[in-house]
């Protein structure tokens, strides 16, 4: 359920970027301005293969380290985030999965979907 929401915000988080001047024409424009946006403090995103590869520390929406809430699991919204924002710019739906270390490093893998 998180990733079907968060590719709707991703969706908007584009439309948004682009109202604010940011091309988002490039997975290094992606990372810019999640970065310069302080979603992120570091944010790391490239091709492995045919997937993409996400690695975010100092992560700005983090609910286990921004909100201090505590629970079991996680609820990062990055996976679906991220294939939002992708799908929006580049059309490409991507398939999330995650390995997360809420507070920590969280690594986001974006399978593309085969036709």
């Known amino acids: 359920m998180g990733n079907l929401i968060g590719e709707h915000v991703g969706e908007e988080v584009l439309k948004f970027a682009r109202a604010q001047g940011f ?3 490039s997975l290094k424009s992606v990372e810019t301005f999640f970065r ?3 979603l992120a403090g570091t944010i790391s995103i490239g091709e492995e293969g045919e997937d993409i590869v996400a690695t975010i520390e100092e992560c700005g929406v ?3 380290r921004v909100g201090h809430c505590q629970f079991d699991g996680t609820a990062c919204p990055w996976p679906g985030l991220l ?3 992708l799908l929006a710019a580049f059309r490409e739906r991507l398939i ?3 390995s997360l270390v809420p507070t920590e490093i969280c690594s986001i893998r974006l399978r593309r979907e085969r036709r």
């Open 23 to 25: 091309t988002m024409d």
């Open 83 to 85: 294939a939002g924002v």
């Open 96 to 98: 999330p999965s995650a």
């Open 62 to 64: 983090c609910p286990k």
């Open 36 to 38: 310069d946006n302080l």
